[in-house]
């Protein structure tokens, strides 16, 4: 501890400061030197806060202890931050009080006796009661230090310390509005502690409204007043639903020249509860109109009728361009009465869910689903443990193998393409002496990971799933896109869907299975005409085949004329218009408007270049800005079940029911902004899409003998951050790859499939997919 030279000397109890615990004063050659108890380090001067900054690692006068516990560290940055924090406040009294005494020298001329210029300073503590200020020099020894003691004395009666006053002088915990500077980690264990006991989910941080929440409080300063239950539940809320209502007019104006679509979102809620929550879509943003309780409704197809009757009605029925539900037959019927109704609006059957039961579909096939499982295997070891996980982000710098989806089925082709893009890292993993030395590799399911990673058979199966799947998948994002309104596109996006497939089988007995599920999900409500109207008024299409179109793109674009525009004047005009159109005559055929259909959105390329056919310009607008999904935004944690509760409050019932209305809305908008998320496959945030991919297998389970331990677990990097933007890009690329080959084709309905010679062999890889 201290050598024979050295003399220990005693800490006297007057050594307030929590350093004086963790450190030695020595007398030796006659001066007194302070020496830390951990690295037994001399120092010479600078006194109690130099050991302070010591043991606190903090690189300013003192080098960092290299033995010091966390505890203490922690403790000793704590102390300096407080001492930070009481030497800021007593700059700023100062401060004050020599803006005060400034103004008292010149409302009297400066003839004020220097000794009465302490007496504003209770006047600045706000009539606070007597307390003592100790000042004394810190890290001095007991005979070398001296207490000096002032008394501010404030009028009678005295009033209360008051809290902010407290935390500074008592040095307790600093409550919000104290003025105080807290580093980050205080300010993220601040938040941590609000969102842990409040119960607030943890992906609330991934808000678009979380970043501003914070910058405002700070930009309010100190002294914010604490809004109160009551506050949020008032005047808040009320504000809200004023901002969220304002929304909706400047949208209500849009609607009429882009028209608009009624989105009947239907879904089955974990009690069984059958709800459709209807959203008003046009390109400018989807507003969130009310939820209701279907559960009685939508087997009947005349009180369904009733039910969209009446949302027409309160939209507008001149604003309507389509009313989008399920394809479920009484849907079906309902949709059709209401067209009899309406007589200028389509009932369109939703394309996302079709889509979305094509890929299901495909997955059920013996094969596919049997190297679904597989994959499973994998992403179920991998993902349950600590160890194996660390090592797999390792070897892909940070990349998860599970990728989200919106849906069940179109996240297995999603997550298969993700693992087939990583399969030389993990062929890497399991061949490192790293998994060769570690205890999970003699585990049935390590063993089972390494067979499966090692087979060709497997690898190869995946990449044929995915370029058969792919062109579905990216076609399910189009018609979900927030980005470009898919009526323009669906129509050739569906024919190219079935060309990738024919191209990559080539043998018509192959293909001819995913065609069939295709067709089946896709015609049992035909014709679209919006669809094929969509694919006639897109120039980047149009002109591609020349004008030469199938009876099929025709007539649904003569349907949409008839049906659109009521008035017979305006459709004669409109039939004179489609030869300019035709001809690219005028501004269409402009050099601008050449480049332009590949660049613009087919709507803005007709209201930009469509001046000289005004009638066929506002048709092709209205179409063209309409989107063919009904499916919203993510529901998770809003109550909408808890609305349809009959035994509540009526009043209560109200608040909750705006409260929804404002929830929904915001995260309709925040979709529409948010350009990227943190995604962790694991999280229970995401269990609903991806628990059978994150789950071990019950046959391969490690055994008892484990301990597992999440905290060892390696976060997700920033490489693991999902861009929304992501999807455009894909949607983008797809659009690109639409050559005029496939163009033509969806334009004259050519399919010629038996003039293409089969060939006896498929890729490799292919072939097993429809065995």
């Known amino acids: 501890m201290a050598s024979a030279s050295e003399i220990i000397l005693p800490i006297g109890t007057q050594k307030h400061d929590p350093a004086w615990k963790h450190c030695l004063m020595i007398r030796s050659g006659g001066r007194t030197k302070l020496k830390c108890m951990y690295c037994m380090k001399l120092f010479l001067g600078g006194g109690i806060h130099r050991i302070k900054e010591h043991l606190a690692r903090h690189k300013v006068n003192a080098s960092c202890c290299p033995k010091v516990p966390p505890e203490v560290q922690v403790a000793m940055q704590q102390s300096l931050d407080g001492a930070a924090v009481r030497k800021k406040k007593k700059l700023k009294l100062a401060e004050e009080v020599k803006k005060v005494n400034s103004g008292n020298n010149h409302a009297e ?16 503590l706000g009539d606070i009661a007597p307390i003592q200020v100790e000042v004394r020099e810190e890290g001095m020894p007991k005979e070398r230090g001296r207490k000096k003691r002032a008394r501010y004395t404030s009028p009678p009666p005295p009033a209360p310390l008051p809290p902010l006053v407290t935390a500074l002088e008592v040095g307790v915990p600093i409550k919000s509005g104290s003025g105080a500077t807290m580093d980050k980690d205080q300010v993220y264990m601040a938040i941590g502690r609000f969102l842990y006991e409040a ?17 405002a409080i700070a930009s309010a300063g100190p002294g914010l007043e604490m809004f109160s239950y009551h506050d949020f539940r008032g005047w808040i809320l009320k504000r809200s639903i004023e901002e969220v209502n304002n929304k909706l007019l400047r949208l209500k104006g849009m609607w009429g020249r882009t028209g608009c679509s009624i989105l009947a979102d239907e879904w089955t809620t974990e009690t069984g509860k059958t709800l459709i929550n209807f959203l008003v879509y046009c390109p400018e943003g989807t507003m969130f109109l009310k939820s ?5 409704i939508v087997t009947s197809a005349d009180t369904l009728y009733e039910l969209l009757k ?11 361009v389509q009313v989008i539900t399920n394809n479920a037959e009484s849907h079906a019927i309902a949709g059709k009465r209401l067209t009899e109704t309406f007589p200028t609006l389509f009932w369109t059957p939703c394309a996302s869910q079709c889509i979305d039961a094509m890929l299901e579909d495909i997955g059920k096939l013996e094969a596919i689903s049997g190297v679904i499982e597989n994959a499973k295997t994998i992403t179920g070891f991998i993902y349950n443990h600590a160890i194996v996980l660390n090592l797999m982000r390792k070897y892909t710098n940070g990349k998860d193998l599970i990728i989200p989806g919106d849906t069940r089925a179109a996240m ?13 890292e993990l062929t890497a993993m399991v061949g490192s002496e790293e998994w060769m030395e570690c205890p999970y590799s ?3 399911g390590g063993i089972a990971m390494t067979n499966l990673i090692g087979s060709l058979e497997f690898w190869s199966s995946c990449a044929a799933i995915v370029r058969i799947t792919e062109p579905i998948v990216r076609v399910l994002k189009l018609v979900d896109s927030n980005k470009r309104p898919a009526m323009g596109y ?34 049992r409500q035909l014709p679209r005409p919006l669809h094929a109207a969509g694919f006639f008024l897109n120039p980047q299409f149009f002109y591609s085949i020349q004008g030469e179109v199938s009876n099929e793109v025709s007539s649904g674009m003569l349907d949409c004329i008839e049906r659109l525009v009521p008035e017979t004047k305006v459709q004669d005009k409109i039939q004179k218009e489609l030869s300019l159109y035709k001809s690219a005559a005028g501004d269409l055929g402009r050099k601008m408007a050449v480049r332009a259909r590949q660049t613009l959105l087919p709507a803005e390329w007709w209201s930009t270049y469509g001046g000289g056919c005004p009638n066929l310009m506002r048709l092709a607008v209205r179409i063209l800005s309409q989107t063919c999904s009904a499916r919203g935004c993510e529901r998770i944690h809003i109550p909408f079940e808890q609305i349809h509760n009959q035994r509540m409050n009526y009043l209560e019932h109200q608040r909750l029911c705006d409260l929804i209305f404002v929830r929904y809305n915001l995260r309709l908008q925040q979709r529409q902004l948010l350009k990227s998320k943190p995604f962790d496959p694991i999280s229970i945030d995401n269990i609903d899409i991806v628990d059978d991919w994150i789950v071990e297998k019950s046959e391969l389970l490690s055994g008892a003998d484990e301990d597992p331990n999440w905290m060892v677990l390696n976060p997700p990097l920033a490489s693991g951050v999902l861009s929304e933007n992501s999807d455009d890009v894909e949607v983008e690329a797809f659009i690109a790859g639409l050559d005029d080959e496939v163009i033509r084709g969806a334009g004259q309905d050519a399919e010629d499939d038996d003039d293409i010679k089969e060939e006896d062999e498929s890729r490799d890889g292919a072939s097993f997919i429809c065995n």
């Open 292 to 296: 209701v309780d279907a559960s009685h």
């Open 199 to 215: 119960g607030v989910p943890l992906d609330a941080v991934n808000s678009v409204y979380f970043q501003p929440m914070l910058d």
């Open 109 to 124: 001329g400066g003839q004020v006796d220097a000794a009465l210029q302490m007496i504003p300073v209770p006047e600045i």
């Open 412 to 424: 297995n082709f999603i997550t298969l393409k993700s693992m087939t893009s990583l399969k030389e």
């Open 442 to 444: 003699k585990k049935p």
């Open 490 to 523: 669906i129509y050739v996006a569906m024919h190219q869907v079935k060309q990738a497939i024919k191209k990559e089988l080539v043998k018509k007995r192959d293909y001819m299975t995913y065609w069939d599920i295709i067709d089946w999900r896709w015609d």
């Open 310 to 320: 009446h949302v027409v009605e309160e939209v507008g029925a001149a604003n309507v």
